[in-house]
């Protein structure tokens, strides 16, 4: 039997305080632990960027930390995009451009775009399709997506 470690996650400005096994991931802790199931778990490898969350400001596969190396961390989630009602830019334009059919990248896709745009919001437009070239959609054939992800880093730039 494995002892448990007790950490704290600071998970979209609230504190959820866990006990977890050494080697329990930071995607298993956040859904299971504490509750916050927007975060899905695809591939568990690393690879389809379904479980992406923002620690500490950078993007995160949340499959591959552990959770006790995100204690004292920022953790947002999908959870914390919006303000309320108020949907965030980048979830208003995947509504508007259809960047999502079935739905199960989008949370990844999101926290990515969302983390890369608030890191450097003036990123070419090459280096932002580097970027969402890591995550994996099975539905929309990406344009949409990436339609999506242009109109919100306009929005997002012209609201600094």
């Not at 494995?2 to 998970?11: G, M, R, V």
């Not at 004292?72 to 451009?97: C, N, S, V, Y």
């Amino acid at each position: 039997m494995t002892d448990k470690t007790s950490i704290t996650l600071t998970i979209n400005g609230r504190d959820h305080a866990i006990a977890v096994e050494p080697r329990r991931t930071l995607a298993d802790a956040i859904r299971e632990d504490c509750g916050q199931t927007g975060t899905h778990i695809g591939c568990e490898h690393g690879v389809c960027g379904a479980c992406t969350v923002i620690v500490d400001g950078e993007p995160v596969r949340s499959c591959l930390m552990f959770a006790v190396q995100a204690e004292g961390k920022a953790i947002r989630t999908i959870e914390g995009l919006a303000d309320g009602d108020t949907l965030h830019p980048m979830q208003q334009a995947f509504m508007d451009h259809h960047g999502l059919q079935c739905g199960f990248c989008t949370p990844g896709f999101l926290m990515l775009a969302v983390g890369v745009l608030e890191r450097e919001p003036d990123i070419s437009d090459d280096d932002l399709l580097d970027v969402l070239s890591s995550n994996l959609c099975r539905c929309t054939g990406y344009q949409n997506i990436i339609k999506a992800v242009r109109s919100a880093a306009a929005e997002m730039r012209a609201a600094r």
